[in-house]
């Protein structure tokens, strides 16, 4: 692994960026890792500002690290446009540090070399994060189960390495290494056109009324969070208000749709999304690896990846949870702070050939 052309960098601390559409992610290289909601395509000329206060919450920091995914949002007309909007918020937030690039060949790019190859660099942070975790079940093949509030990764892993087939999104959606769903921010609606009703299938809204966010606060997976107001309707993310928008995506409210109804609408809208991310995983390891020997999960939907795990592995085989090795902060910042992890491996290696050949001049 090698930084290209940053020979030039000055040593000083690392801060690893994942800039995401609806969040920022941050790890430092001598703070924690942190999440910050920031949704890109409805505030795209405050990006800047947004990543320079993220950064003001952390330590200082002499290099940046950078990865991101935000350049899909549909306020760039092109993913190259959005490539370059990010890669100029985060100079404009860096305030002079240098900024290297992660790429899907995995190795840290210039910005220039970013700004003239931006297929390089787009949606890469999934490969820092299974290039780190491949480590923690080698030699074994194994499969990370990555499980956000938008999309789920499901990577297979081999002899330590990533053994992933696809590299852009379109071939990570076609191979089940790529599913777009997550635990807080698909709707319903996106999940399926009908669920069971009290023992019925029963068509859903095309609306967006509720999303999956609803689903977990009703099965208690995700904690209620009063003053959280970023929801299908705006209101709470109470299991209260949670109820009121799952009823609403069978055309009723609360008059008529019970605790229990939502209960069990929400135990049955959850095995739908299970049942999808086991497809999408038999399909990414099949061709690959076969039936993983092992697992690693994370991300804020870790308690929904154990569950996929115990389904793809083999009874008593490994599951190695990032949020009980890294913590939670940094599970749910999984790719900044895998990301961190090689920028610091990398640098090292890069400063340790520089001594070398000084010594050896």
């Given at each position: 692994?090698?930084?290209?052309?940053?020979?030039?960098?000055?040593?000083?601390?690392?801060?690893?960026?994942?800039?995401?559409?609806?969040?920022?992610?941050?790890?430092?290289?001598?703070?924690?890792?942190?999440?910050?909601?920031?949704?890109?395509?409805?505030?795209?000329?405050?990006?800047?500002?947004?990543?320079?206060?993220?950064?003001?919450?952390?330590?200082?920091?002499?290099?940046?690290?950078?990865t991101m995914t935000a350049e899909l949002c549909d306020c760039?007309?092109?993913?190259?446009?959005?490539?370059?909007?990010?890669?100029?918020?985060?100079?404009?937030?860096?305030?002079?540090?240098?900024?290297?690039?992660?790429?899907?060949?995995?190795?840290?790019?210039?910005?220039?070399?970013?700004?003239?190859?931006?297929?390089?660099?787009?949606?890469?942070?999934?490969?820092?994060?299974?290039?780190?975790?491949?480590?923690?079940?080698?030699?074994?093949?194994?499969?990370?189960?990555?499980?956000?509030?938008?999309?789920?990764?499901?990577?297979?892993?081999?002899?330590?390495?990533?053994?992933?087939?696809?590299?852009?999104?379109?071939?990570?959606?076609?191979?089940?290494?790529?599913?777009?769903?997550?635990?807080?921010?698909?709707?319903?609606?996106?999940?399926?056109?009908?669920?069971?009703?009290?023992?019925?299938?029963?068509?859903?809204?095309?609306?967006?009324?509720?999303?999956?966010?609803?689903?977990?606060?009703?099965?208690?997976?995700?904690?209620?969070?009063?003053?959280?107001?970023?929801?299908?309707?705006?209101?709470?993310?109470?299991?209260?208000?949670?109820?009121?928008?799952?009823?609403?995506?069978?055309?009723?409210?609360?008059?008529?749709?019970?605790?229990?109804?939502?209960?069990?609408?929400?135990?049955?809208?959850?095995?739908?999304?299970?049942?999808?991310?086991?497809?999408?995983?038999?399909?990414?390891?099949?061709?690959?690896?076969?039936?993983?020997?092992?697992?690693?999960?994370?991300?804020?939907?870790?308690?929904?990846?154990?569950?996929?795990?115990?389904r793809a592995i083999e009874p008593g085989a490994a599951v190695?949870?990032?949020?009980?090795?890294?913590?939670?902060?940094?599970?749910?910042?999984?790719?900044?702070?895998?990301?961190?992890?090689?920028?610091?491996?990398?640098?090292?290696?890069?400063?340790?050939?520089?001594?070398?050949?000084?010594?050896?001049?």
């Amino acid at each position: 692994m090698v930084m290209i052309g940053m020979s030039s960098l000055e040593p000083g601390p690392w801060l690893a960026l994942d800039v995401g559409g609806a969040n920022l992610k941050l790890a430092h290289q001598a703070g924690p890792a942190r999440s910050v909601p920031f949704e890109v395509w409805k505030r795209p000329a405050e990006l800047g500002r947004a990543i320079a206060a993220a950064a003001a919450t952390v330590p200082a920091f002499g290099r940046v690290a950078l990865t991101m995914t935000a350049e899909l949002c549909d306020c760039y007309a092109t993913k190259a446009a959005g490539v370059g909007a990010v890669l100029d918020a985060v100079g404009e937030a860096a305030r002079g540090a240098p900024v290297v690039v992660w790429g899907v060949d995995g190795v840290f790019h210039t910005v220039d070399a970013a700004r003239e190859r931006p297929a390089l660099v787009a949606a890469a942070n999934w490969l820092a994060l299974a290039t780190v975790a491949a480590r923690l079940v080698a030699p074994a093949s194994g499969v990370l189960i990555d499980i956000g509030s938008t999309t789920t990764d499901v990577i297979p892993l081999d002899q330590g390495a990533s053994a992933a087939r696809g590299r852009s999104d379109v071939e990570r959606l076609q191979n089940g290494e790529l599913v777009y769903a997550g635990v807080r921010r698909t709707p319903l609606c996106a999940l399926a056109v009908e669920i069971p009703f009290r023992g019925r299938p029963t068509g859903l809204a095309a609306e967006i009324f509720a999303s999956t966010l609803d689903v977990y606060l009703i099965l208690g997976n995700i904690p209620s969070a009063p003053a959280d107001l970023s929801t299908a309707d705006g209101r709470p993310a109470t299991p209260a208000a949670a109820r009121d928008r799952l009823a609403r995506m069978i055309c009723m409210d609360r008059d008529g749709f019970t605790e229990q109804d939502a209960l069990e609408f929400a135990r049955a809208a959850d095995r739908v999304l299970l049942d999808r991310l086991a497809i999408a995983l038999d399909r990414a390891c099949s061709s690959t690896i076969g039936r993983p020997a092992a697992a690693v999960v994370s991300g804020s939907g870790e308690f929904l990846a154990r569950r996929l795990a115990a389904r793809a592995i083999e009874p008593g085989a490994a599951v190695v949870s990032l949020r009980e090795a890294w913590g939670s902060a940094a599970s749910s910042a999984g790719c900044a702070h895998a990301l961190l992890v090689l920028a610091m491996e990398s640098a090292g290696e890069q400063e340790h050939s520089s001594a070398a050949e000084t010594s050896n001049s």
